[in-house]
């Protein structure tokens, strides 16, 4: 089964493991859609991502996130209830990874399809800056 290409703004299916339960000794997190910010060139071996959680549960203390409006969950095959995109923490992965699967009810997909561009740029500056100010942790994975 053939993988697509990591390209930013690509939302995928993947075990995100937050960044409190790595702490805590977990390895493993729960499937969920997940925004693809950052890819190693594709020369590189082994490639590495960056991802960003996305929940329905909105940002709160700490947190930062940026809420995905109801047309683009729609276009992309999330369900109906309001999401956010998480910039404050992320996942660094290999890619493929074993931590991708498919989405629900389609068994040879692992994407959802890409967060629309003008909406990726606002995530993704969002995210570079908490990064530089060093207030997004990553679990390496």
């Known amino acids: 089964m053939a993988f697509i290409e990591p390209k930013p703004g690509l939302v995928v299916?993947?075990?995100y493991l937050w960044t409190h339960e790595a702490a805590a000794?977990?390895?493993q997190g729960k499937d969920r859609p997940t925004c693809l910010v950052a890819a190693s060139d594709s020369s590189a071996q082994p490639r590495f991502v960056m991802l960003l959680p996305i929940t329905h549960t909105p940002p709160s203390?700490?947190?930062v996130g940026i809420e995905i409006p109801a047309k683009v969950t729609r276009a992309i095959g999330l369900d109906d209830e309001p999401s956010?995109?998480?910039v404050s923490e992320h996942n660094i992965d290999e890619w493929p990874s074993a931590g991708l699967s498919p989405v629900?009810?389609?068994s040879r997909e692992f994407s959802y399809g890409y967060i629309p561009p003008g909406l990726f740029a606002i995530i993704k500056a969002k995210f570079l800056e908490l990064a530089k100010?060093?207030?997004s942790p990553s679990?390496?994975?």
């Open 25 to 27: 000794g977990r390895y």
């Open 84 to 86: 956010w995109v998480i």
């Open 133 to 135: 100010a060093k207030r």
């Open 104 to 106: 629900p009810g389609k």
């Open 13 to 15: 299916r993947y075990d």
């Open 61 to 63: 203390g700490g947190t």
């Open 139 to 141: 679990v390496r994975r």
